[in-house]
């Protein structure tokens, strides 16, 4: 099937129904495999963690976008591996249904690549994304060979990002980096520092806490050492 004949599906064979608010549910099939899951997870856990003082954005995967002009559920749909909408409720949502969220389209898109979709992923989707969504933001990554890429929206057309020292992408967008560490797509700060999961960031604290107790135990010990030698310090 030609880019126009999946842009524009032939009115004979639409399900002439429009559904009312709340209705459209995601359909989505199951993702390619478990290291797709937990690629998308990874990427959800580490943003939601990261803005968890922000109502403000909408961040999901694997999740149908609706955005039919006609507001009917067979025509003009798409569903991300992962996206971000900005200047939205944080709320959960059963799909993205564009006509009922003011308009909205993602600011950020990423999809994970897949022997199956991997062609779709770089150009029908591509081209989608550009045209239709006017997505600022578009990556994608293959969890298998790491292959990246990132994409700019500028003058209407998709420019692709230029890494950095490090192999990184910035996203204008989520004002963040993404790049690979340890196999996986990642999310950095403006400085560079990874964005850690939750369990992660619990993990850091338990180490600078043992660290800090260390560092004091070690002091004591000078301290005592001091004592023997030469009495109590000086007031």
Known sequence: M????????????????????????SDEPPLETELHLRQI???LQCLESWWRNRNDFYACGNLTIYYSPRQRK????????FFVVLGTDRKPRKSWVVWE?????????????????ANTDRGLKKQIYQDNFRTPDYFWFDPYSLEFKGFQLVGGRYQELVANENGRLWSQQLELYLGIHESKLRLFTPEGQLIPTPEEAVQQER????????ELAEMETLLARYRDRFGELPE
């Open 207 to 214: 180490q600078q806490k043992e660290q800090a107790q260390q």
């Open 2 to 25: 030609s880019v126009a004949q999946d842009l524009e599906i032939s009115e004979d064979v639409l399900e002439d129904v429009i559904f009312p608010t709340g209705d459209l549910l």
């Open 41 to 43: 997870m990874l990427l």
């Open 74 to 81: 067979s025509e003009k749909f798409r569903g991300p591996d």
């Open 101 to 117: 969220e003011d308009g909205k389209y993602p600011n950020v898109i990423v999809e994970i690549l897949s022997p199956k979709t």
